[in-house]
């Protein structure tokens, strides 16, 4: 069992683990003797550690909606892990986007200051992962639905990855003031975003259906 993976419960939280164990070597063959992965490029090393400054530091004070208040930084972070650990995606600047995905939707943090520090690739998955909240939420959610098919390859990894991590924290402890309902609305939100990004990357997508069916089912 991978360590940190295990949440210890409270009395809305179920025991289920964030993140699957996966069997031993399943890394791809090649991607590193030292036992872990490695990234294309020094460079790609140093824009993953840039971004995750720089979420660390505009999510500070922020929490996730569950009942211990979890640092919002363990979402973006959790993102970019299933990316690696699931998906076995290793490029640099969609790990990079994953990390910074929430940045501009939900701190003080400017597209403008995303393309500077990171450049135009990085820059447009952020944009694309990013919801305009001026729009009221129904207009919100609608628009992921009919613009999903349309991303780029990298933003739709990035967006399947972002799904799954919450509906599995959904399944694993339900934000404060939400009922059964609200959960099962989500979950099928999700699952009319994620039908449209089919043929992205088959670890996530069959993570999602497996959730998804069930946060539906219950
Ligand atoms: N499951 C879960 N979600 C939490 C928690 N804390 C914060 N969130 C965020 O809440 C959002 C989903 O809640 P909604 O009520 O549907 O949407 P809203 O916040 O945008 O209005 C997601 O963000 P989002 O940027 O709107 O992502 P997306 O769902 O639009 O892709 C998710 O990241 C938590 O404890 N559990």
């Not at 450049?119 to 694309?128: A, F, L």
């Not at 449209?196 to 997508?205: D, F, H, I, V, Y």
Request: charged share 35%; glycine share 6%.
């Amino acid at each position: 069992m991978s360590e940190g993976n295990e949440e210890s419960s409270t009395s809305n939280e179920s025991p289920s683990k964030l993140y699957p164990d996966l069997p031993e070597g399943t890394w791809k063959k090649g991607d590193g003797e030292k036992g872990g992965f490695m990234l294309n490029s020094c460079e790609d090393m140093a824009l993953v550690i840039k971004a995750a400054d720089l979420a660390a530091r505009r999510h500070r004070f922020q929490k996730r909606k569950d009942v211990r208040q979890t640092p919002y930084i363990n979402h973006p972070i959790g993102v970019a892990y299933i990316l690696t650990n699931e998906a076995k995606v290793y490029d640099g600047a969609t790990l990079a986007a994953a990390i910074l995905h929430d940045t501009v939707e939900d701190t003080k943090t400017t597209f403008e200051e995303i393309q500077q520090e990171f450049g135009q690739e990085v820059y447009d998955i952020v944009k694309g992962c990013t919801d305009d909240k001026s729009l009221p939420k129904d207009t919100r959610k609608q628009l992921q639905i009919d613009h999903a098919a349309e991303h780029s390859h990298k933003t739709k990894l990035v967006k399947l990855a972002d799904k799954l991590y919450n509906l599995r924290d959904l399944e694993r402890a339900t934000p404060i003031g939400w009922d059964k309902r609200r959960v099962k609305e989500y979950a099928e939100w999700a699952r009319q975003v994620v039908s449209r990004m089919k043929g992205t990357n088959e670890a996530l997508e069959m993570a999602l259906d497996d959730i998804i069916n069930r946060l539906l089912s219950k």
